[in-house]
């Protein structure tokens, strides 16, 4: 007589392992990336590679705004929120703090912006940071700095900071829990009657934020269009 043959589930502990055998080498590689690249010069031996350069046959063009204003072009081979690689010419790419440009833009899409000034540990161990716009209009603006993979957890889940700030008043973390972040938003946003009424009726997340300040935006620009409009006595 046949038997059908029961498949027992998997046990979770062999799920598990499972999963640290695929994730593994991703979770390792990034923690022996070091999160500071920037050393001095005279701190490491004559004879060893400048452990600040990084050897990368694939940059993309871009361009990037010095301390002094001015735009720049040039390779970006990647970047972190502790640095980005540049060069302008070659296969050899250095790493240049946040402390050493106030943007780049990466193929002309994305912008990247250093963060300054922040409170003390919201940008963990970085007095700054580079982080990504995710909106800009109406006199505020959106950046997210996400740190780097460096455990199983993060793998799946990116640990993303949101910092939001009004024309150039300083950075505030985005709060993640609903209540604190309903009254940042009604006071950033105070101006705006239908906004505040949403605010008011429902709270809303962290995702819904560039929505709600493009919808800010939109009001800025109306009202400004209206006031030039009218007629001068």
């Known amino acids: 007589m046949n038997h059908a043959r029961v498949v027992a589930p998997a046990p979770l502990t062999y799920l598990l392992a499972t999963l640290l055998v695929v994730a593994g080498p991703v979770v390792g590689l990034a923690q022996r990336r070091p999160h500071a690249a920037f050393i001095p010069p005279a701190s490491y031996p004559e004879h ?36 980005v690689y540049l060069n302008e010419s070659g296969n050899y790419y250095r790493a240049f703090s946040p402390e050493e440009m106030t943007a780049f833009v990466l193929s002309g899409t994305d912008t990247v912006v250093t963060l300054a000034g922040v409170a003390p540990g919201k940008l963990g161990h970085l007095p700054t940071a580079f982080g990504q716009q995710l ?63 949403q605010l008011r009726a429902k709270r809303v997340g962290r995702w819904q934020v560039p929505r709600l300040l493009a919808q800010y935006a939109d009001f800025r620009t109306t009202q400004f269009l209206q006031t030039a409009a009218q007629p001068r006595p």
């Open 135 to 197: 909106f800009r209009g109406g006199g505020l603006q959106l950046v997210d700095v996400t740190d780097p993979v460096t455990s199983l957890f993060s793998v799946f889940i990116k640990p993303h900071k949101l910092f939001i700030r009004q024309n150039a008043d300083g950075w505030v973390l985005l709060p993640k829990e609903r209540a604190p972040l309903q009254q940042l938003l009604l006071a950033l946003l105070a101006d705006d009657p239908a906004l505040v009424a």
């Open 48 to 83: 060893t590679r400048n452990p600040t350069l990084r050897y990368e046959p694939g940059g993309k063009p871009g361009t990037f705004r010095g301390l002094d204003g001015q735009w720049h072009p040039v390779q970006i081979a990647g970047w972190l929120p502790d640095r």
